[in-house]
């Protein structure tokens, strides 16, 4: 792959990003685009860095905990959308009258 090659690599990246966003904008989709996109500029990073005599392994071998990043990113996210879940109300007690209310006497 030439330097052009790479560069145009880096382009369709982005662009398949911005796609990505535009069929489906959910946080999911967002989230899944993202680390892709993290993944394969990434990798053509690294052959960028072979074509300019640098060792591209460094940035080969970062692609993944790179790309996981972005699940720090969206934790937060994620966490929130775990309580807006709607919960259901219990309708009755496990507790018998006395132990909710005492026995009175």
């Known amino acids: 792959m030439s330097?052009?090659?790479?560069a145009e690599s880096i382009k369709r990246n982005a662009g398949s990003l911005a796609f990505a966003m535009k069929c489906d904008p959910s946080d999911a989709a967002a989230q899944a685009a993202l680390k892709e996109f993290i993944q394969r500029t990434y990798s053509d990073l690294a052959s960028l860095a072979w074509h300019?005599?640098?060792?591209?392994d460094v940035f080969q071998r970062e692609a993944v905990p790179a790309s996981e990043l972005v699940d720090d990113v969206y934790f937060a996210i994620n966490r929130e959308k775990?309580?807006?879940?709607?919960v259901g109300r219990q309708v009755y007690s496990t507790l018998n009258h006395p132990q909710q209310f005492g026995s009175g006497f």
């Not at 330097?3 to 790479?6: L, P």
């Not at 300019?52 to 591209?56: E, F, I, N, T, Y």
């Open 3 to 6: 330097i052009h090659n790479v």
């Open 52 to 56: 300019l005599g640098a060792d591209g």
């Open 82 to 86: 775990e309580f807006e879940a709607p």
